[in-house]
């Protein structure tokens, strides 16, 4: 079945420092979700990519969607205190969405 | 975020209760699913309803039952539990079938089985 790999799986920076997690799947996608999961909450979607080579742009936030459309990026610039959290990517196809298992995000202030 | 809500929020139980989880959304979306996230585990899908029918159940044991008597409502009978049933159980909805349609979830139901 549809895999969705995701690593980092734990990455602490210092404040200002960038930040990207990267979302790999073994079959091709028809879309790719971004999630954001805050200690304590729950998964709160971000972005979807459906595109391939697709670049979108959320203030500090950009998430990239491979040509093969078998990978994703997200990458953070200058990371705050506010970023610190489970990031999730989701590979739909076939009427399913798969999700990553994270990549939890701490900042140090 | 009001769009689906979930109760009870906690939960202790004990091996042979029964209790139930509830799930609904408010937004008109036509899919709901049950996930349980545990600690240091990923997203594990448990159901999936669409139109008020069953559409996936991945492999979960007898002891967990859903029910989804319309599509605003989705229910999670729990019975003979066991500790390692304890996580967050999260419901999700989606206008349509995950594959293409973003999913939005519910705060959860923390539940802790002794």
């Known amino acids: 079945g549809q895999q969705v790999m995701q690593i980092p799986q734990y990455q602490h920076v210092q404040e200002g420092e960038d930040f990207t997690t990267y979302c790999n799947s073994s079959?091709?996608?028809?879309?790719i979700q971004w999630y954001k999961q805050r200690p304590g909450g729950h998964p709160v979607f971000l972005i979807q990519l459906v595109k391939s080579g697709e670049v979108k742009k959320q203030k500090r936030l950009t998430f990239q969607f491979g040509e093969a459309k078998k990978n994703s990026s997200l990458h953070i610039t200058a990371t705050q205190t506010t970023d610190v959290g489970t990031y999730f990517c989701a590979g739909g196809s076939n009427y399913k969405l798969t999700f990553g298992k994270g990549t939890l995000l701490t900042v140090n202030p | 975020e009001t769009g689906v809500t979930q109760t009870p929020r906690h939960l202790v139980m004990g091996m042979t209760n029964k209790k139930s989880l509830k799930c609904e959304q408010h937004?008109?979306?036509?899919?709901m699913y049950w996930y349980k996230q545990s600690a240091k585990k990923p997203l594990e899908l448990m159901f999936v309803y669409n139109f008020k029918e069953q559409t996936e159940n991945n492999s979960v044991p007898s002891r967990f039952s859903p029910e989804c008597p319309n599509s605003s409502h989705l229910f999670l009978h729990l019975h003979t539990l066991q500790p390692e049933d304890s996580a967050l159980y999260l419901c999700?909805?989606?206008?349509?079938?995950?594959?293409?349609?973003?999913?939005?979830f519910g705060p959860g139901t923390r539940l802790l089985v002794l």
């Open positions: 079959t091709t996608l028809s879309n």
């Open positions: 999700a909805s989606s206008r349509e079938l995950a594959g293409a349609g973003t999913q939005y």
């Open positions: 937004l008109g979306h036509n899919a």
